[in-house]
């Protein structure tokens, strides 16, 4: 990994943990904090409306995020998948000079015992 995509990393790892503060702040087990100045009877329409434009920040914040992450995800299988090419083709260079080496040896051992 080259020192760009470790910078772009670190990045989005920082906006990450921003983006999980945003979204999870002001929410407390059991859902929404409650505030103290409603009832469950006076809640009204403009109350609903600004608690579901809320939500609705939130729920666009995490599509965001998991569009991030799914990015993410899909640009290290791409690179675990080139990983994985290399070693196999390494296993194969590596296998070859190892026969070579064997018969070689064989090769040498066969004339001592003549």
Do not use: C, P
Not at 62 to 67: I, V, Y
Not at 94 to 104: A, Q, Y
């Amino acid at each position: 990994m080259n020192s760009d995509e470790t910078y772009a990393m670190e990045n989005m790892s920082w906006d990450i943990r921003n983006n999980r503060a945003a979204l999870f702040d002001g929410i407390e087990e059991g859902g929404i904090r409650a505030s103290s100045s409603y009832s469950s009877h006076e809640i009204d329409e403009q109350d609903n409306e600004i608690v579901l434009e809320g939500l609705q920040d939130r729920v666009s914040l995490l599509k965001r995020l998991s569009g991030d992450i799914n990015e993410e995800v899909d640009s290290h299988n791409l690179m675990l998948d080139r990983m994985g090419n290399d070693m196999d083709s390494s296993r194969g260079v590596l296998s070859g000079t190892m026969d070579r080496f064997k018969t070689v040896f064989e090769t040498k051992s066969s004339r001592r015992i003549d």
